[in-house]
């Protein structure tokens, strides 16, 4: 929920623009970059954790994140008069983040959903590549009667474990 507040608020910013409040989409923008420097630290903790598919991913992610970010402290600094040569684009800046945040919304979407980063996991297990299990050829994990899963009989790793001749 830590990035609800700033792509809803750079969502709104971009309608404020539209219907010609630029004041508001000012104050939009400010707290939705306020609230992407919040979530940039809380992605940056849980990218240190990813590894494979998930990392590129992340990457991908953070880079359209942090591109979004800058272009909105260029548009609010242009809406500020900070660049006063550069006011006309602050419209167009914003617009180009709001593409760039809703490539990086989609991609954070994709680590979470698709690849499972940082899910809770009920049962507390190991996030498994391949298992193999020489009694056990359907590879089935059961409920023990005290909840906890077991895995006896299972090899964990990188490849799959050669079967016992």
């Not at 500020?80 to 617009?95: I, K």
Request: charged letters at 15%; glycine letters at 14%.
């Amino acid at each position: 929920m830590l990035t609800d507040v700033p792509i809803g608020a750079l969502i709104i910013a971009t309608v404020l623009d539209v219907v010609g409040q630029s004041d508001a989409a000012a104050w939009a923008i400010g707290v939705g970059i306020l609230s992407m420097l919040g979530a940039a630290l809380a992605g940056y903790a849980d990218y240190l954790d990813l590894e494979g598919a998930g990392k590129r991913v992340g990457s991908l992610h953070s880079t359209s994140m942090l591109a979004a970010l800058v272009l909105y402290v260029i548009s609010l600094g242009a809406r500020l008069g900070w660049w006063p040569l550069f006011e006309g684009g602050a419209e167009w800046t914003a617009g180009i983040g709001l593409v760039l945040v809703l490539v990086g919304g989609y991609l954070g979407g994709e680590l979470v959903f698709n690849l499972g980063s940082q899910v809770p996991n009920e049962d507390k297990s190991l996030r498994i590549r391949y298992w193999n299990c020489n009694e056990n050829p359907n590879n089935d994990v059961f409920k023990t009667p005290d909840g906890s899963t077991n895995y006896k009989d299972f090899t964990f790793g990188d490849k799959p474990k050669e079967p016992a001749k």
